[in-house]
C-alpha cells in the first residue's frame, strides 16, 4: 500500500520561507515521480513541481521557478519543496502525489496521471 504524508505546512509572513515534507513508503524511490500540488479554496488543484526520483530532473510552475525549490533523498524516500519569498497568493492546501517513474512539464499540469495522494497541508502566508 502506498501511502505519502506530508509535514512543514503552517503560517508565515510575506517574504519568509518554509520547506514541506512528503514521506513515502510502499514505493520504491528511483522509479517514481513526486510531485506538489496546490489547491487554494474556490480554486482548482494546480501542479507546483515535480521530480523524477530515477535521474532527478525537476520541474516547475512558471508562479514559483526561481523561488521554489524541489529535492529528493531516496535513501530516507522523502521529497522535499524549499518555498522562499512567499507570496499571499501561494496560500493553499499543498499535496503531494507519486506516479510511476517519471514527471514532465506536461504532466505537472494534469493531476489526475498521478496515482496516490497524501492528506495535504496548510499553507497560509500573510500580507
Known amino acids: 500500500e502506498v501511502q505519502l504524508v506530508e509535514s512543514g505546512g503552517g503560517l508565515v509572513q510575506a517574504g519568509g520561507s518554509l520547506r514541506l515534507s512528503c514521506a513515502a513508503s510502499?514505493?520504491?524511490?528511483?522509479?517514481?515521480?513526486i510531485g506538489w500540488f496546490r489547491q487554494a479554496p474556490g480554486k482548482e488543484r494546480e501542479g507546483v513541481s515535480c521530480?523524477?526520483?530515477?535521474?532527478?530532473?525537476?520541474y516547475y510552475a512558471d508562479s514559483v521557478k526561481g523561488r521554489f525549490t524541489i529535492s529528493g533523498d531516496n535513501a530516507k524516500n522523502t521529497v522535499y519543496l524549499q518555498m522562499s519569498s512567499l507570496k499571499p497568493e501561494d496560500t493553499a492546501d499543498y499535496y503531494c502525489?507519486?506516479?510511476?517513474?517519471?514527471?514532465?512539464?506536461?504532466?505537472?499540469?494534469?493531476?489526475?496521471?498521478?496515482?496516490?495522494w497524501g492528506q495535504g497541508t496548510q499553507v497560509t502566508v500573510s500580507s
Open positions: 502525489a507519486q506516479r510511476f517513474y517519471s514527471c514532465s512539464d506536461y504532466l505537472l499540469r494534469a493531476p489526475d496521471s498521478f496515482d496516490d
Open positions: 510502499g514505493i520504491t524511490f528511483g522509479y517514481y515521480a
Open positions: 521530480i523524477s526520483t530515477s535521474d532527478g530532473s525537476t
